[in-house]
């Protein structure tokens, strides 16, 4: 059984930092990892997803990378900005339209 | 672009009454996920349909029930709640079209009395 790891559970860093996220998972044939955003009480945003043929994957100041054999995958975040402050998720996803497993999340703040 | 929609957003029900929650899929989406988030937890993995056929089990308890049905909108069929059912649930559509990228519904967020 798949599971998915993020460390650390929060974090809180000044305006302006560049920040990584990190997520583990057990089972390294996975289809999918996607990460996702939630600020409180609200739904889940989808930020990147990255296939298990691809090693990255960048949409502006956020890059996220995938190592299957490491069982890892890393979300960076360029310079920091108040308006990040929020949980973020990874998820893994098996093949086959299955469903998502997901991490804890890590909790950031960003300090303006 | 279209967006996964649910309703109700909000929903107060006492212990063992019954609740509905609709989701409306992404046009052109074939594939419904339901996942339950309880508070402070990471969201637990329900139901899913494809093609209006029950795709995947995962921790749905036997007091809910789901469908999907002809226009690919689903229901979540909750009876007999308990206070544990308060969370927030969302719905998730994708797209067999290799990538599957699930999107995300705002949630119904569902409190038991």
């Known amino acids: 059984k798949q599971e998915v790891t993020q460390i650390p559970a929060a974090l809180s860093v000044p305006e302006g930092e560049n920040l990584v996220?990190?997520?583990?998972?057990?089972?390294?044939?996975?289809?999918?990892?996607?990460?996702?955003?939630?600020?409180?009480?609200?739904?889940?945003?989808?930020?990147?997803?990255?296939?298990?043929?691809?090693?990255?994957?960048?949409?502006?100041?956020?890059?996220?990378?995938?190592d299957k054999s490491s069982g890892r995958s890393t979300l960076y975040i360029a310079a920091s900005q108040p308006g990040d402050s929020a949980t973020y998720l990874c998820a893994e996803g098996g093949t086959g339209r299955r469903a998502l497993t997901f991490g804890s999340g890590t909790r950031l703040q960003v300090q303006p | 672009a279209a967006g996964v929609i649910q309703s109700p957003r909000h929903l107060i029900k006492e212990k063992r009454e019954t609740a509905t929650l609709k989701c409306y899929p992404i046009p052109r989406h074939d594939t419904v996920y339901w996942y339950q988030q309880g508070p402070g937890q990471d969201p637990q993995f329900l139901i899913s349909f494809y093609e209006k056929m029950q795709s995947d089990k995962g921790s749905i308890p036997d007091r809910f029930s789901a469908?999907?049905?002809?226009?690919?909108?689903?229901?979540?069929?909750?009876?007999?709640?308990?206070?544990?059912?308060?969370?927030?649930?969302?719905?998730?559509?994708?797209?067999?079209?290799?990538?599957?990228?699930?999107?995300?519904?705002?949630?119904?967020?569902?409190?038991?009395?």
């Open chain 2, 67 to 113: 469908q999907q049905f002809s226009d690919y909108h689903s229901e979540l069929n909750m009876s007999s709640l308990e206070l544990g059912d308060s969370a927030l649930y969302f719905c998730a559509s994708s797209l067999d079209d290799g990538q599957e990228t699930q999107y995300f519904g705002p949630g119904t967020r569902l409190l038991v009395l």
């Open chain 1, 21 to 66: 996220l990190n997520c583990s998972f057990t089972d390294s044939a996975i289809y999918n990892l996607q990460w996702f955003r939630q600020d409180p009480g609200k739904g889940l945003t989808s930020l990147l997803l990255i296939q298990s043929s691809q090693r990255e994957q960048t949409s502006g100041r956020l890059n996220a990378s995938l």
